[in-house]
């Protein structure tokens, strides 16, 4: 399918960047700004929309705070100069294309230090102010080519090594949990909470791995891209379309695991094992953080005494 593109000359006056750098339209690569059309690359333009989209989500179906406004900010700022980049092709765009996705990125990596070691986003928030004003002016200082790589890298790093905590953290829980079920209620659970252990580290590193799978997928697409492997310069699907739906999704995917996993929730309820005696599941730690009164816990104290006690006679008869 045929793209059909305005010719109005609108980027008059910007420095262009390599417009066949791109699959889409490198048949149509005008150097010249003054003859450009509006929509040099539509499609890749366009696609930025699933940043934006991915923004908008946690606004609306999980709270609204400080880490939630901080994240459709950079995707809103990511979808925005993308769109613009790829619709004039200038080097102004690309500059504030790549400064506003190391912005983004940024705002993950954050979102994973306040999940891991408890940080503020009240504290960190400075940080992110810093890295919006100071990246428009430091990023054409960066060559484009490989230290540019080097930098998503770095922060791709940072980010997997974050989820990596939580993912161990997670199985810990689990393991901890599982096998102190097998311990209470006898070997004859042995095998079936193994499996169960299983099939939750499972699900566990099946979540954690979903969004590098996307982003592997989505690799391959901007190197076919960039190295016009299989490609179509004016059809309707790019390869460079497919490198912004998945990772927006990825990047989303990421956020919401950094807002369900704290690890500081998962270490302390992984220390609340269950024991089973008699039929009956009693909790083997009180849980004193929340607000009960010290003449509750002494008697919930007393109460299970009681009961401990009423089995052992029952096991010794």
Known sequence: MEIILPKEGQWAGLESHHCDEFCENSDKCDHSMDERPTMQQ????????????????????????????????????LGISSFMYHASISRLWMNLDSSSMYTYFAVLIMHGLCSVFGLSWRCLSPIFVVILIAMPFVRPTIPFSRETEKIIFGQVLAITVLSLVLVLAN?????????????????HTYFASTFILLLQIFGVISVALFPGLLCTIATVGWNNDREKRWCR???????????????AIASLWVWIFFDRNRLKDILATSGHDVMRYDGHAVPCKKDLSKNTSLDDSIDDSDQLRDEEEGANHFNSQ
């Open 42 to 77: 539509p499609v890749n333009a366009y696609s930025n929309i699933a940043y934006i989209w991915c923004g908008v989500v946690p606004m609306v179906f999980f709270r609204v705070d400080l880490s939630t406004t901080m994240y459709f900010c950079s995707s809103a700022l």
């Open 171 to 187: 199985i810990y829980k689990v393991v901890n949990q599982t096998f102190a079920r097998t311990r209470s209620q006898g070997q």
């Open 233 to 247: 310069p004016n059809s309707i699907f790019q390869w460079h379309a497919l490198w912004h739906a998945l990772t």
